[in-house]
Antibody
Framework: EVQLVESGGGLVQPGGSLRLSCAASGFTFSSYWMSWVRQAPGKGLEWVANIKQDGSEKYYVDSVKGRFTISRDNAQNSLNLQMNSLRAEDTAVYYC????????????WGQGTLVTVSS | DIQMTQSPSSLSASVGDRVSITCRAS??????LNWYQQKPGKAPNLLIY???SLQSGVPSRFSGSGSGTDFTLTISSLQPEDFATYYC?????????FGQGTKVEVK
């Protein structure tokens, strides 16, 4: 059974940093692109970042470029999101998602972890 | 960036109704269009990928159609567990973008 379990969310002050992690199991982690998707309270879904199977390609939404870094550890089956210079508008539930082999859909999602940026 | 526009933003329907939700892309995305269902407090769940392919385990009352810029999600006979919010998403190019969502409510 595919499982994705996020951790690392919490309350942080504006300008602060936080590192999210996603533990993957039940599939060959190193064979899949992975993504982070977020959802601000009461709002819709927003794709944040993608990373290729070997970590050689990474893509970000413009609003987080230069502040967030996606990474992965295939030996540990883990996906990470380092978030720096956090802003109030980064407040959201952050989901880890697996990218399907073709067509780029998100076929499995974690339960999400809440990040609150507030003073 | 490709903008995804869903309509309507919300709808009221009854159990057994046929429900359709449309999604329009600001430029052609071929069939790189996916649909998700999300219930309150839960992660989204993939329903349809590549515009019309039913994800494994999803009931056959869900179907998708369209290509290019215009797409439709249809629920043939609405069930109690289908009251939720539905999102379309394009995977043709980066950044991946979602529609704003369509909330299906009880009439």
């Amino acid at each position: 059974e595919v499982q994705l379990v996020e951790s690392g969310g919490g309350l942080v002050q504006p300008g602060g940093s936080l590192r999210l992690s996603c533990a993957a199991s039940g599939f060959t982690f190193s064979s899949y692109w992975m993504s982070w998707v977020r959802q601000a309270p009461g709002k819709g879904l927003e794709w944040v970042a993608n990373i290729k199977q070997d970590g050689s390609e990474k893509y970000y939404v413009d609003s987080v470029k230069g502040r967030f870094t996606i990474s992965r550890d295939n030996a540990q089956n883990s996906l990470n999101l380092q978030m720096n210079s956090l802003r109030a508008e980064d407040t959201a539930v952050y989901y880890c998602a697996r990218v399907g082999y073709a067509y780029g859909f998100f076929d499995y999602w974690g339960q999400g972890t809440l990040v609150t940026v507030s003073s | 960036d490709i903008q995804m526009t869903q309509s309507p933003s919300s709808l009221s329907a009854s159990v057994g109704d046929r429900v359709s939700i449309t999604c329009r892309a600001s430029q052609t995305i071929n069939n790189y269009l996916n649909w998700y269902q999300q219930k309150p407090g839960k992660a989204p769940n993939l329903l349809i990928y590549a515009a019309s392919s039913l994800q494994s385990g999803v009931p056959s009352r869900f179907s998708g159609s369209g290509s290019g810029t215009d797409f439709t999600l249809t629920i043939s006979s609405l069930q109690p567990e289908d009251f939720a919010t539905y999102y379309c998403q394009q995977s043709y190019t980066t950044p991946r973008t979602f529609g704003q969502g369509t909330k299906v409510e009880v009439k």
